[in-house]
């Protein structure tokens, strides 16, 4: 038995009934279900039925994770390369297109991960870190990048292995003043500043990439 939507909508998991669908030919049935297994927005499970898809099924994101191996450092550049595209875009949305309120998120995720920082506390810089860079893709106001920018940060935190991720050391001040600046340029609605200091941003923490990794590679050939 399923449960009504609420609101008007359907949640991830629910399951399509028959009933839903009396009245509607099967042929614009099978055309709709085409249609959205198409985008992900529902998924037919053999012998059991149709559910509405959960979010990582939206734009094939969750499919990412099949192909990307974050011991690779081809992918992890690439995936740099693909959030550098994402996230200067991003920020340069948010510029024109923040409410107040998303600018508050947007600075208090900030300041979450400053503290982390300050107290060198790695949870709580995470936490803060993950929370800046959603509130600026929300703040874009595109839900194609948002669920890019969410899925990418995904595929990067599994490349911890060869990474920074957790790490509350230099990489860490760098990335304080960087959002910080990120931050402010949305702040004051320019764009292509807000632009610049994203892609700054993503550039310096590659580049933190490759140094740790040449460390690492170094100290175990030593």
Do not use: W
């Not at 600018?103 to 800046?132: H, K, M, S």
């Amino acid at each position: 038995m399923t449960d009504t939507p609420r609101e008007g909508g359907y949640r991830p998991g629910y399951e399509v009934a028959a009933e839903q669908v009396l009245g509607t030919s099967r042929t614009v049935v099978r055309e709709a279900v085409k249609i959205l297994s198409a985008l992900g927005r529902v998924r037919a499970q053999k012998g059991r039925g149709l559910y509405v898809a959960d979010d990582e099924g939206m734009l094939g994101a969750g499919r990412f994770a099949s192909f990307f191996l974050p011991t690779d450092l081809d992918h992890v550049y690439m995936l740099f390369e693909f959030r550098r595209a994402q996230e200067t875009e991003t920020s340069r949305l948010a510029a024109r297109r923040a409410a107040p309120a998303e600018l508050r998120a947007i600075e208090d995720a900030a300041a979450v991960c400053r503290r982390g920082f300050e107290t060198g506390r790695e949870d709580l810089f995470n936490e803060g870190d993950d929370a800046f860079h959603a509130a600026i893709a929300t703040a874009s106001h595109n839900m194609f990048l948002q669920i890019a920018v969410r899925e990418a940060r995904r595929l990067q935190a599994q490349s911890a292995i060869i990474g920074l991720r957790g790490s509350v050391g230099g990489h860490a001040a760098k990335a304080v003043e960087e959002h910080d600046a990120i931050h402010q340029a949305i702040r004051a609605g320019d764009p292509e500043a807000a632009a610049h200091a994203a892609a700054a941003h993503i550039d310096n923490t590659l580049d933190d990439y490759r140094k740790e990794i040449q460390q690492r590679l170094f100290s175990s050939a030593g």
